[in-house]
């Protein structure tokens, strides 16, 4: 499995910014896909998770009601549109995919097998 990222930049507080992640070789609804990321000088955290037929999701506390995770099945490219983006969010961030169990949850990064490059979001204040 490939995973690309892309659709980072710089924007300004408040502004928006939807990331995109094409994967390839083999991905299925039984896999999972997040988007981590991380700031310098911080640990890599978990951002948001979609899996299942019906587009599961869950979303660190951090970013819940700003971002929001989706898919097209058609393109395997799982998104990640951001709002009201902060300063704080500032980070590379990476998408991630693995089979998803349901007795694994869904933002232990040490699960995911497959990862993308990252890509950069810098927001200004």
């Known amino acids: 499995v490939q995973l690309q990222a892309s659709g980072g930049g710089l924007v300004q507080a408040g502004g928006s910014l939807r990331l995109s992640c094409a994967a390839s070789?083999?991905?299925?609804?039984?896999?999972?896909t997040s988007w981590f990321r991380q700031a310098p000088g911080k640990e890599r955290e978990f951002v948001a998770a979609?899996?299942?037929?019906?587009?599961?999701?869950y979303y660190a506390d951090s970013v819940k009601g700003r971002f929001t995770i989706s898919r097209n099945n058609a393109k395997n490219t799982v998104y990640l549109q951001m709002n009201i983006l902060k300063p704080d969010d500032t980070a590379v961030y990476y998408c991630?995919?693995?089979?998803?169990?349901?007795?694994?949850?869904?933002?232990?990064?040490?699960?995911?097998?497959?990862w993308g490059q990252g890509t950069q979001v810098t927001v200004s204040s």
């Open positions: 070789g083999g991905t299925s609804r039984s896999y999972v």
């Open positions: 991630a995919a693995r089979q998803y169990f349901s007795t694994i949850v869904v933002d232990r990064i040490a699960t995911y097998a497959y």
């Open positions: 979609i899996w299942g037929s019906v587009g599961v999701t």
